[in-house]
């Protein structure tokens, strides 16, 4: 006999926000972190060849890396009771396989 298959269990509005923000701050870190090493090594090992088409392209690349954090940021939104502050909807889980996030 084959045994049925188990519904994954639902996650709750509290730990979507919390993993939210976490996921978040994650990618907040790793555009700041892959910004800094970029411009680090390029003042230390390519300065001469830094020329303005280069900074331009950094100045691109640093804005779609922008836009898509907000994207992410906005689509993560909260939404909090007027009445008494408690958590109402903690907005798409970014964490979710196969989700509207990815």
């Known amino acids: 006999m084959v045994p049925e298959p188990r ?10 926000y919390r993993e939210n923000k976490e996921t978040i701050f994650f990618y907040s ?3 700041a972190a892959a910004n800094v090493i970029y411009v680090a090594a390029t003042r230390l ?4 060849e830094f020329s303005f088409k280069f900074q331009m392209i ?22 909090f ?9 903690a907005g798409t889980d970014l964490n979710m396989s196969s989700g509207m996030a990815e």
């Open 7 to 16: 519904k994954q269990a639902a996650k709750g509005q509290r730990q979507i």
């Open 81 to 89: 009771s007027a009445l008494d502050g408690g958590l109402v909807d």
């Open 58 to 79: 950094f100045v691109v690349t640093s804005v779609i890396y922008l836009a898509s954090f907000l994207l992410m940021k906005r689509m993560a939104k909260s939404r």
């Open 45 to 48: 090992f390519f300065w001469e």
């Open 29 to 31: 870190c790793v555009i």
